[in-house]
């Protein structure tokens, strides 16, 4: 028999959305992630489409509110609704869902969280599954490079604004770094993490496992482990492609490629990462508008 067609309120992928990458340039590109845009203005969505699925994530985030509704950021009630059109959101340890009530054009400029460590001086743990009003975290001159990428005309405006403003402070934080002997420019999130455990063990030498545990904390929000599996789940989701989540491979040989121990413990990790089994994961991907931000870590396997 038939399956019955999915309509627009069953959260199909809308063709009106925008959804786009942009990558930093080569003198941030071991500070910045990625910058992403969500553009929703010109697609009628309906409710099931106005959410966003987010998975667990290592990094930092600020988020502008460009333009259209309010979005439902897990933010105290109490702040008045303007503080809401920028949010520094911490590290995900557990997935969670957004909704905007309406039409609207997001901006996001998405943190390695050593390097946002590196250049505030946060205790990135304090952040951990928060998102808070910036201007209650960050000085005067984060707050003025806020304002200014809210109010430019476009996304490369809003990119050269953040990079104007990151580059003079992030070259010098990054020659007191120690060297490492990976490749100039990182590839994929464990090139990152393993820069990142090199770092740690020259720059802790002489410490206690405590102190230096305590020091990795500090910096990147999770205990390096934890890190570490998060890092293999972004990796094992970012192969895939247009066609398939996971890159057209079955389960078992994801598990054996990824490091898993068998089938059963991928599957437990990509739920506790996404909420869903893999099974139901691949098709919320392929077919559903509010699994974006997964389509869009695919394209992260180009850097």
């Not at 020659?175 to 999130?189: H, I, M, R, W, Y």
């Not at 910096?219 to 570490?228: C, N």
């Not at 895939?240 to 490091?259: D, I, T, W």
Request: charged share 20%; with cysteine; net charge positive.
């Amino acid at each position: 028999m038939a399956l019955k067609p999915l309509d627009a309120d069953d959260g199909v992928i809308h063709p009106d959305t925008r959804t786009s990458l942009f990558l930093p340039s080569s003198a941030l590109a071991d500070c910045v992630c990625a910058y992403v845009v969500r553009d929703t203005l010109d697609a009628q969505l309906s409710p099931k489409q106005r959410f966003s699925h987010l998975p667990v994530s290592p990094l930092v985030s600020i988020i502008w509110l460009i333009h259209g509704g309010r979005s439902s950021i897990h933010i105290d009630d109490v702040w008045p609704p303007s503080s809401r059109r920028v949010v520094l959101r911490g590290p995900r340890t557990q997935p969670n869902v957004w909704k905007n009530q309406g039409p609207a054009l997001g901006f996001s400029l998405t943190f390695f969280p050593d390097a946002f460590h590196a250049l505030t001086h946060l205790n990135v743990a304090s952040l951990l599954d928060q998102a808070r009003n910036l201007q209650t975290i960050l000085d005067r001159d984060w707050q003025k490079m806020a304002v200014a990428v809210l109010k430019a005309a476009d996304d490369l405006a809003r990119i050269q604004i953040i990079e104007e403003f990151l580059t003079p402070r992030w070259v010098p934080v990054r020659a007191k770094q120690p060297v490492t002997t990976l490749p100039d420019g990182l590839t994929l999130f464990n090139d990152w993490v393993d820069a990142v455990a090199l770092r740690a063990s020259i720059s802790t030498l002489g410490q206690s496992t405590r102190q230096r545990e305590r020091l990795i904390k500090g910096q990147m929000g999770l205990p390096m482990r934890a890190i570490r599996g998060l890092v293999r789940m972004e990796s094992t989701l970012t192969q895939g492609n247009e066609s398939s989540a996971f890159g057209g491979q079955s389960l078992a040989e994801v598990a054996h490629a990824m490091g898993f121990s068998d089938h059963a413990h991928l599957c437990r990790e990509v739920k506790r990462y996404s909420g869903l089994n893999p099974t139901d994961l691949q098709l919320a991907i392929e077919t559903q508008e509010s699994y974006w931000p997964y389509r869009l870590r695919q394209t992260l396997k180009a850097r």
